[in-house]
């Protein structure tokens, strides 16, 4: 591969042909995967929580600029966001059969709701149909009863004391000018629906010039950051209408419209560079370039015209190469959070059109593993992500009670993703299941437990409230980012977070340059080859299960590998001991099936943290204390009493404990129970978890352990118990969980010593 200066005097060399990009583990397309057990489970809470009802009560989605409406006047990255994750949602689920969800009945104010006509610009107008007049102690009584009415479609309250309910019958009254509120029937939500509404509407007005989206700010820097995911919305939305031939209607009408739209941002890039979010998260836009030159089937001309624009973005870009060498920012964009996650796989993306790159005597490869291992070292916290509320710490701190965003949680698991895909370094996947299987689902809560109504802005690893935080540990955030809720704090993950599950879901099976079939993640799926035909059938309730059985059904003679888990150090397949970290080999005959059974054999791991503390995990999971929490619900914004709702949490047991802990053989210390998933329950559930570890713990003096701005403090330096007769009391045995089975927890312990 040629280095970058031959690439630039190429590019300046017309109808030369295009350098060729370095190959890589290319994941199956959107739609050749159908999950099954627990991920369809997951992926079904999704569609019936926010993903699938986004775009009937949030403004930013519903009334977004993107289809025609004013919400989201700004940096125009919200629908963007959500169709990033719903357009790959919408496969998975239509593959497993699931396409039409159950509705929810919910009240919203109108203009919005269906019932508008009633509630015109959120007054009751004359003419409307009063069905009973009743004394209430709140508005929420008199939301209760509507939505208890079949006959009401809405309801008004004056003076916090009158409900008036409203229906197509009853008692015409006079207009009203205060707050009216419409009830929604109940409508089934087919996410594959809304997917198609929204892109429609977005490749149906497309500029001439070949812009998409708002183009309200021409003129300025950050302008190219707006339609980053709505271009990974449209390949995702090319790949799943794709037969394998890329020749469709719809993939072809996709593709062209992310190639015209990347050529105006080319133009306009020479007169106005990046600049703010878009300076910031030039990968993505780079790798939307490869994508189309791996799968848009254009000429060379036009390809060498995406290169060009890969190169000018890195030019443009900033050097994220230089900053996780260093971490010495000359700007504030250096530092955010979801800009360090999404700039991980930087090295990667890059070594894809420059494989030749070196920066300080390091590979892209080198690069790579380096800046996991560098915010690790810094920030790092246990459960694969690092410190970022907002802003990364100027100073080396692992406390386990400063948080990390819910966009970067998503965008680390994507990042780490690409990384593993580019790199083949099983450590990458390793991270991205870590992510996943932890931080993920941890950042979520509700009374009914393990759906996706509520979450974090800022997730923590000792996490023992929810509240209104002021103080708070963290230092750019608002008081209210660790309460759970419809968009605390900030509304960018509520539109983010969609991406989690559903592209995790697509980054489980690759094919390599030489065609082997690759099992880079594992959870239950089958799949199938485009083109090929071959079959793959995942068959696991890993990670809450060690045994996975890899069934493969292939057309022709395939050659696959198998990963094997850095921490599996006693994995076997089908017996035979394997080593860790490296790739299982084996080869299916044409037209046989062979199934590998892999056992991961896991074992309790203590990782080690600072001031002597640890954190403790078992396969791919992390176990916690969990904390039970009173909910308090503040605000309600969409569906039943039990759905889209804020709540603030606070503890209602027991958190200061000190682990007993043999470092050298930790088996004597812990005992891992495995009760097993339920097929059909929710797997994240924050009860009935299907494994645990039986651990022995002494409660540490609050003197000891204490409070800091409302967070528990850092835990004390260990051994806490071999000092002082009254540092800790008699030892109890408590419960650890799968992390992301918690709410409130305690994630990172002291050590007793004893």
Known sequence: MRSLLAVCSLLAVSNAAPPELAPRLQPLQVGSITPKGWLLKQLTLQA???SGHLSQFWADVMSSIWIGGTHDPNLHERTPYWLNGVVPLSFLLKNAGVELLPGTKGIYKSPWGENSTICTEGTAPKGANILSTNEVGSAKDCWSMCVNSDECQAFLVTSNTTCDLFGSTGTIMAASEESCYGQMGVKPVNVTAQVEKYISYVLAHQKADGWLGPDDNAGKGGQYWGPSNMLFSLIQYAEGNDDGTKSTEKFKNATSAVFKHLMQQQLRMKKTPLSDWAQSRWIDMAYTCEWIIDNGGLSEENNTALYNLSVTLQQQGLDWNNYFETFEPQVTQYIHNVNNAQALKSAAVQYR???????????????????MDNL??????????????????????????????????????FSYGVMFSVHSDIAFADRAERIAYNALPATWASPTGGDMWAHQYLQAINEINAIKADPHVWTHDGDMAETYGLAPNYGCCTANFNQGWPKFAHNLIFIDEYNYIVVGMYAPIEAVVPIEGHKIVIDTNYPFDDIIKVTFTAVKTIQLKLRIPGWATDATVDGHPVANGTFFKGTVQAHGTTTYTIDMRSKVRVEERDNGAVAIHHGALMYSLPIQPNYTVYAHHFGTATQSNDYYLNPLSPWRYALDVDKEDPSKSFQFVMTGYQNGTAPFNHTGWPT????????????????????????????????????CAPPAT???????????????FPVSGL
């Open 48 to 50: 019936e929580g926010l």
């Open 353 to 371: 059109y420059n494989s030749s790159s070196m920066y300080k005597n390091y590979t892209m490869a080198e690069l790579s593993r380096r800046r």
């Open 376 to 413: 690790d070292a810094r920030v790092g916290l246990p459960t694969g992500m690092f410190i970022g509320d907002e802003w990364l710490p100027p100073k080396p701190l692992r406390s386990p009670s400063r948080g990390i965003e819910l966009c970067g949680v998503v965008e680390a698991m």
């Open 734 to 748: 408590v419960s650890l969980v799968p992390h992301g089975g918690t709410e409130l927890r305690i994630g990172e």
């Open 692 to 727: 645990h570890i039986k651990a022995v713990v002494r409660p540490v003096s609050e003197s000891i352990w204490n409070i800091t701005a409302n967070s528990a403090s850092v835990p004390p330096t260990s051994p806490v118990c071999v000092n002082s007769s009254s540092a």
